[in-house]
């Protein structure tokens, strides 16, 4: 399960609120998120990196966690369990399954993380285990790749394009410096990017339609890309106008349409927060200029 309620709530039920007018008119109105029924297998590696720094920062004694073992076993075996299976993917889509890029990313980062962590405690089992997981997941995300147009589509069998790929490059699956990295990057930029240097998440139908406006976080995904792959100047020019889009206290929604700027979704969104602070991070650490400069 992906989502629990504030208080831990299991059951987080969808329903819609038909008295209310909406923002603008916008309908329906919805509280509670049926997400919390949805399947996402990336949620696994995501675990496992997440704890990695508790068995590589030697600011951590991980000998007084006895518990290691037990743990990285129990997350080992659900990402050998869902590897191969299909899922909601990081848009939760609610009638399409598939399986995705994205996930499979998560599952091999998260594989290579357990590696790490197996190294450190001395479990032979789990290094192999790892790595049979990392070349499984490899197998699944090269199953996405189209030689003909150079990307990586958003699921085995799909020709759909998806901003979520970005994170192939950002993760370290492809090698920035790598041609593939490089026309992966630009297939999305003529696909997904707007005139107005938005980003869609796709251009395919959903539960719901074709999407109407653009994604924030995939905007500042793309500026982290353009950074990854030595595309700098092109990425500040990038973020300074993504960054235009806030309001007048500076704070940032989900989506925003792509003809007017104005803001859509979820908002104040966390996420589209910490898009914006990766984004800047990673401009500083390619910029990597004295404080005074």
């Excluded at 790595?131 to 069998?157: S, W």
Aim: aromatic share 12%; hydrophobic share 40%; net charge negative.
């Amino acid at each position: 399960q992906p989502l629990y309620g504030i208080a831990g709530e299991r059951q987080i039920v969808e329903t819609t609120l038909d008295h209310l007018e909406g923002y603008k008119g916008e309908q329906p109105i919805r509280i509670g998120n049926q997400a919390y029924e949805h399947i996402q297998n990336d949620i696994y590696g995501q675990v496992l990196i997440s704890m990695l720094p508790l068995y590589t920062d030697h600011r951590f004694v991980f000998s007084e966690r006895s518990d290691s073992v037990k743990w990285i076993e129990s997350v080992l075996s659900k990402i050998e369990r869902t590897i191969d299976e299909k899922d909601a993917g990081i848009w939760e889509f609610r009638n399409i399954a598939n399986v995705h890029c994205y996930s499979n990313l998560f599952q091999w980062a998260g594989a290579h993380a357990a590696l790490k962590m197996a190294k450190t405690i001395g479990n032979k089992d789990f290094e192999e285990r790892a790595q049979v997981l990392i070349d499984k997941a490899a197998a699944h995300i090269e199953a996405c790749y189209d030689p003909e147009r150079k990307v990586y589509t958003n699921a085995v069998g799909s020709k759909h394009l998806d901003a979520s790929t970005l994170q192939l490059i950002m993760m370290g699956y492809l090698d920035p410096a790598s041609d593939r990295a490089k026309d992966h990057l630009i297939a999305l930029e003529n696909e997904l990017k707007t005139e107005h240097g938005l980003f869609y998440r796709y251009l395919h139908a959903d539960d719901f339609g074709k999407p109407k406006t653009t994604f924030l976080i995939c905007a500042f995904w793309y500026v982290e890309a353009l950074a990854c792959v030595g595309r700098v100047d092109e990425a500040i020019k990038e973020f300074e106008n993504i960054i235009k889009y806030c309001n007048h206290l500076l704070l940032f929604s989900e989506d925003v349409d792509a003809e007017t700027g104005s803001q859509w979704g979820n908002f104040p969104q966390a996420y589209s927060h910490v898009g914006l602070m990766n984004a800047a991070y990673r401009i500083a650490i390619k910029l990597d200029r004295p404080i005074f400069l």
